[in-house]
């Protein structure tokens, strides 16, 4: 790994409002990953994983802080460079596959590519190798609902890798799958982050899940903390 | 960039094909009324435009407004044509009857070949001209009148409320003068059959070169004001004028409806391209993780909408000519005219643009995360 991280985030904030409540889901984050780290974030659900997530995926701008992500300052760009860096950096896998179910599996993988002005032979070349990493060639041509859960979730994956990003984002890549399924997809992510240098980042409530990453971090309450958050509750007293 | 997504684009207008196949044909519907109305509307007023055209005047009896009621001395057909600013006129009879089971109404014209030609330019066969010159009962015979009453020239037809035997020699093809439904006779014959010898309805006046109609009219009613029979002198224009004003209530008429129909089937495609775009939130705020700008977003769901609202138009205005184009259509006057197909194919667009736009903006403006959230 090289000395300089793919992701640095400094005291990254994010509030939202819910009526008259304000809700801060980060709350000064620091976080530092390097490339072709499998990381994993967990926690318990509202503790701002998620949102980190967008942060880091340019999905959403922090109120505070900074992020920069490879040579990318996603703090001081507006929504059309955050457009076009997701396209180009950033691949996305969802907790829902999220396919368009109109599309074939080898057009949903194509289209990040039809984004980027790629010519046909090259998305053509680009499709099949993504398509033999997630071990999905001879499902081609099937549309998403002629596909399982989990070959519809080998599909995003490959949608995630095919335009070579910087960083595969992934939020809850396993919730809605059955365990050997959710087994398949967490080993590609393991297998794109060790054999082919993708940094994944990945959020999880999964334990079997999280423990094939190189590092875990924990959120707790909108901040990262180094223990799992069960145990800081146990330790916290009793009201 | 919106080239390069035409085939998600096109799998999108079929994602849910009741609904598609229903928004189209709506839209179908509604091109078909417009263009079947605005062709009702140009069927009926073409005819009386191009009479409007031209630079003719009408000599009447200024008692009678209507030409079939008026009544002048043959004699002022001479005496019109040599008031300064006339270049040429010709005295004609006329004479109307309802011929046949289908009750056809047939305007007859009795002329004076010469002096009519040189007045009235029309475009006819040489040697249908020649035989009606030459046969005083014989008679041209406007191509629809022919058409709807089953005549073939060398016909011998009889007019029986005119009490006319006439032989056809020729068909007064379209053209830019009104005589589609018109028999043209020889004045003669036809002063003969009507008792209406030494007379005519009216004179048809052609001015000379850069005379103005007005001042010539104004010039022939002066010249005759003493006359027998006092005349009033309109132009052709201010004739196509007067009917088309006639008209011109039930032709607003059928131009609200027209409006009406587009404004309903726009509000119908609009609520189709919403249901749809709703029902997709998630997959949107998806393509605008991909790095899909609100921009591009905003072209796809117009693009789907204008997909739709296109082949609906293209349904609709398929229909419209085919219908239009049958023969009981082109005798009942209706007429598909090139700017009616322009309006149309603007009203298709209209609906595709109008309809999609709101929906469309939606769609660009929700905030992603809130989209994969299914929120928006």
């Known amino acids: 790994m090289s000395e300089r991280p793919i992701v640095e985030a400094r005291g990254l904030v994010k509030t939202y409002r819910k009526g008259a409540a304000v809700i801060r889901p980060v709350n000064g984050i620091d976080l530092d990953v390097m490339p072709g780290e499998f990381l994993a974030l967990m926690g318990p659900s509202g503790s701002g994983k998620s949102t980190l997530l967008h942060l880091i995926g340019g999905l959403d701008r922090p109120d505070a802080g900074r992020i920069r992500v490879g040579d990318a300052e996603l703090s001081a760009m507006d929504e059309r460079a955050l457009c076009a860096f997701r396209a180009a950096h950033v691949g996305f896998v969802f ?145 | 960039m919106i080239l390069r997504m035409l085939p998600l684009v096109w799998r999108n207008v079929w994602r849910n094909r009741r609904r598609s196949v229903l928004t189209l044909l709506g839209v179908g519907v509604a091109v078909f009324v417009l263009a079947a109305l605005e062709s009702a509307v140009e069927g009926m007023t073409f005819p009386i435009r191009e009479v409007g055209k031209q630079e003719l005047l009408t000599v009447r009896e200024a008692a009678r407004a209507n030409v079939l009621a008026s009544r002048l001395p043959a004699t002022y057909e001479d005496r019109v044509a040599a008031v300064p600013g006339v270049r040429a006129a010709s005295g004609v009879l006329s004479g109307l009857a309802v011929v046949g089971a289908d009750r056809v109404h047939v305007f007859v014209r009795g002329v004076d070949p010469l002096r009519y030609r040189d007045v009235q330019h029309l475009v006819l066969d040489p040697a249908a001209w020649s035989a009606f010159q030459a046969d005083p009962r014989a008679a041209l015979v406007g191509h629809r009148l022919l058409r709807r009453m089953g005549w073939k020239v060398g016909d011998e037809v009889e007019v029986e409320a005119l009490r006319l035997r006439v032989r056809i020699v020729g068909v007064i093809p379209a053209q830019g003068v009104d005589l589609e439904s018109h028999m043209l006779v020889r004045r003669s014959y036809l002063q003969v059959t009507r008792d209406a010898d030494g007379q005519i ?176």
Do not use: C, W
Not at chain 1, 177 to 194: H, K, M, N
Not at chain 2, 217 to 242: F, H, K, M, N
Not at chain 2, 277 to 302: D, M, N, Y
């Open chain 1, 95 to 239: 907790q829902v596959y999220n396919l368009v179910p109109v599309l074939t599996a080898r057009e949903n993988i194509e289209l990040p590519l039809r984004l980027l002005a790629v010519s046909k032979a090259r998305r053509r070349q680009q499709v099949d190798s993504a398509l033999a990493v997630v071990s999905m060639s001879d499902r081609a041509n099937h549309l998403p609902s002629e596909l399982s859960g989990g070959e519809e979730q080998r599909v995003a994956i490959a949608r995630a890798l095919v335009t070579d990003p910087q960083i595969i984002i992934a939020d809850e890549p396993t919730g809605d799958l059955d365990e050997e399924s959710g087994r398949q997809v967490v080993d590609i992510l393991a297998t794109l982050s060790a054999e082919h240098q993708k940094t994944v980042i990945m959020v999880t409530h999964n334990p079997d899940a999280a423990e094939r990453a190189d590092r875990i971090r924990y959120l707790h309450r909108g901040r990262l903390v180094d223990r799992n958050p069960r145990e800081l509750r146990a330790e916290e007293p009793a009201l």
């Open chain 2, 201 to 376: 309805s009216f004179v048809l006046v052609s001015p000379v070169d850069g005379a103005r109609p007005t001042d010539v009219a104004a010039a022939i009613d002066t010249a005759l004001a003493l006359a027998a029979v006092p005349t009033e002198t309109t132009s052709a224009g201010a004739y196509a004028q007067a009917v088309i004003d006639d008209f011109m209530g039930f032709i607003e008429y059928l131009k609200v409806m027209g409006a009406i129909t587009v404004l309903i089937t726009l509000l119908g495609a609009a609520n189709a391209i919403a249901m749809s775009v709703r029902e997709r939130t998630r997959e949107i705020g998806v393509l605008k993780a991909l790095g899909f700008r609100p921009g591009l977003v905003l072209a796809l769901v117009l693009a789907e909408s204008l997909v739709l609202a296109m082949m609906g138009g293209a349904l609709g205005l398929g229909g419209a000519a085919l219908a239009i184009g049958s023969q009981a259509a082109r005798l009942a006057g209706l007429m598909l005219s090139f700017p009616t197909v322009l309006m149309a194919v603007g009203a298709s667009v209209l609906v595709g643009l109008a309809g999609g736009l709101l929906p469309a903006l939606t769609a660009a403006n929700v905030r992603t995360i809130e989209a994969l959230r299914g929120i928006g």
